[in-house]
């Protein structure tokens, strides 16, 4: 199994591996290319990203999310890292892109948006624009959406479970009707 | 000497920017042709307008016509922030067209490793000192003689551009440049002026590699040092037009300069690179318009460096440019393709932008660069934390507007 730093390409057996992993989502081209994208980020061929190393790019330096982009992807050997980015792949299924932003959201990874989560979540998309006030006002806005969206469904959840599920996340955004991100990665001839 | 960017006619009428409509498949076309009339000369600070933005703005116009708005979801939505980060790991343009090539040397195993010490010591024990030599002996007669005929001779005559085109020969010569030309060289005595030569930018160097086939005028950003005490004389006498990258002023005088370079015959033909940077010879980054809105015939030039030997693209970020020609003069030979290609004339249907994206195409086609649409600014301008700060402005006044 080549999948440490130190293999320089990868193998059939690789590729189907990882094409596993990440259900198919990425051609054995593109999981090459990835490879090779891979590789050239991590510096000293450790077989994972750190934190610095992803903050070197600046178009990624520059994202608003960039701190929580980073701690997603930092740390992740080769196979996990298709794997995250597979739920942007153009053959990801609307569920699989909501899946990876909700993730996002989910800073304590408790499998709910709770409300230090939002928080974090939205200090860093508006950083010091709104004041501390609107910002209160902003997220008690936000949970009452989330109070009337219960009511509506008449399901109020019990008292434990106080942040955003999944299947509430997926309600949340139902609305919202457009392209979700989608990444594509870009296959060379010469890969 | 050389040579940079001829952006300064670029000027994108704000009109087009809202005339398309916004297709998702077509979000990344737009992208492109948005960033590529990056010239608007009015603004210092160049807007960048990406997928994710375009996400955002889209979601925005058809959010208007809602109603009432919760918060919930907007604050769950950070799909546009999350396209660019996301697409930044995947791929980014920095990485990909200005990161020098790393030179692994071939000396891993037991019968290479002396063949290529060996190597190691004639190139810089024995062929740098007798290049370093041969090119300052040329530079020392190269000043003799370029004033000479700058202050003795009568400019009719055109002692100052032979003396520049030899001077640029010694250049080539002291890199052993080992420099095929491809298609009809550009004729010295009949046509001049009237036409632009437009060609991939990947080293000052390319400069001296057409040069010293027949000279050029060149558009040029400003340097320091040495090559800006060559940019202010030689260079100047033979018409050359040089700016400066980030004054604005500058760049309404170039565009004036332009055109009246190209009315006027006597003068050099003219050469520019719409690229605006040095990009490693891999990819090609936008053109700037520049070149395209004069109304003339534009001539392309392809330039392919070989990279076995050594990689010639200048990083001037990290390298000054003495470095770069020790660096070449230290290597084997620069081996590299010049393409000459069929004139191009900008077509009644076409706009300034596709011309230039036409004959983009050919460069890239003919020396085997990958086109990619990315802005050459970028690396001068880096994105700024600022660039984030506005993306937060944006999206927390449409979160306020939500809130009201």
């Given at each position: ?11 059939q ?36 990203l ?106 109020a ?8 599920a ?15 991100p ?10 | ?27 990344i ?16 600070q ?23 708005e ?126 632009v ?16 086939v ?30 400066n ?23 050099l ?19 700037k ?9 534009v ?35 620069v ?70």
């Amino acid at each position: 199994m080549g999948l440490t730093a130190s293999s320089l390409n990868l193998t059939q057996y690789d590729i189907e591996d990882v094409q596993q992993h990440c259900d198919g989502k990425f051609t054995s081209r593109e999981i090459q290319a990835l490879y090779a994208r891979f590789r050239s980020l991590d510096k000293r061929h450790k077989g994972f990203l750190t934190e610095d190393e992803l903050m070197a790019i600046p178009e990624l330096a520059i994202s608003p999310l960039a701190p929580r982009i980073v701690q997603m992807f930092q740390n992740q050997n080769f196979k996990d890292f298709v794997k995250m980015l597979s739920a942007l792949s153009p053959r990801a299924s609307r569920d699989d892109r909501l899946r990876f932003m909700f993730q996002c959201h989910d800073v304590d990874r408790d499998g709910e948006i709770a409300r230090s989560d939002l928080e974090t979540m939205t200090r860093h998309l508006v950083g010091s624009s709104v004041s501390e006030e609107d910002f209160n006002a902003l997220i008690h806005r936000a949970f009452e959406d989330l109070r009337a969206m219960r009511a509506e469904r008449a399901d109020a959840r019990e008292g434990s479970a106080r942040g955003v599920a999944f299947d509430e996340f997926r309600r949340a955004l139902s609305a919202v009707d457009r392209t979700l991100p989608t990444v594509r990665v870009p296959v060379d001839d010469d890969a | 000497m050389p040579v940079d960017d001829a952006d300064a006619g670029a000027r994108r009428s704000s009109g087009d920017q809202s005339a398309r409509t916004p297709q998702p498949s077509e979000s990344i076309n737009r992208f492109a042709f948005d960033s590529f009339g990056e010239g608007d000369i009015e603004r210092e600070q160049v807007e960048r307008v990406t997928p994710g933005i375009e996400l955002e703005r889209q979601a925005e116009r058809t959010r208007s016509t809602h109603e009432r708005e919760e918060v919930l979801p907007r604050l769950l939505d950070c799909s546009g922030v999350l396209q660019d980060a996301c697409a930044a790991i995947v791929d980014d343009s920095f990485n990909r067209c200005f990161q020098e090539a790393v030179e692994e040397p071939w000396n891993f195993n037991f019968y290479l490793f002396p063949l290529w010490w060996l190597g190691w010591l004639i190139r810089h024990g024995i062929l740098f000192p007798l290049r370093l030599a041969f090119i300052l002996s040329a530079s020392a007669a190269f000043t003799v003689s370029f004033f000479f005929s700058h202050y003795v001779t009568p400019r009719e005559w055109g002692w100052e551009r032979k003396c520049v085109e030899l001077y640029a020969a010694a250049f080539v010569v002291s890199w052993t440049g080992v420099i095929r030309y491809h298609g009809p060289k550009p004729s010295r005595g009949g046509q001049r002026g009237g036409v632009v030569y437009v060609s991939n930018h990947t080293s000052m160097i390319d400069y001296l590699v057409l040069t010293q086939v027949s000279p050029f005028a060149v558009i040029q950003q400003k340097h320091r040092g040495w090559v800006g005490l060559l940019q202010r004389t030689a260079m100047n006498a033979i018409d050359c037009i040089e700016f400066n990258r980030t004054d604005i002023q500058d760049r309404h005088k170039v565009t004036e300069r332009l055109k009246q370079h190209v009315a006027d015959k006597s003068r050099l033909p003219l050469l520019i690179f719409p690229e605006g940077t040095c990009v490693n010879n891999k990819y090609c980054v936008m053109f700037k318009r520049g070149a395209f809105d004069l109304g003339v015939d534009v001539v392309p030039v392809a330039i392919k460096y070989n990279s076995l030997f050594v990689d010639a693209f200048w990083n001037s970020r990290r390298q000054s440019f003495s470095r770069h020609l020790c660096k070449l003069m230290s290597s084997w030979a620069v081996v590299a393709d010049v393409w000459y290609m069929e004139p191009q004339r900008q077509r009644e249907d076409e706009t300034s932008i596709e011309f230039a994206e036409r004959v983009r195409t050919m460069i890239c086609k003919r020396a085997g660069l990958k086109a990619v649409p990315w802005d050459g600014m970028l690396k001068y301008y880096r994105p700024s934390p600022r660039e984030c700060e506005s993306r937060r402005k944006a999206f927390a006044s449409t979160l306020m507007n939500g809130l009201k």
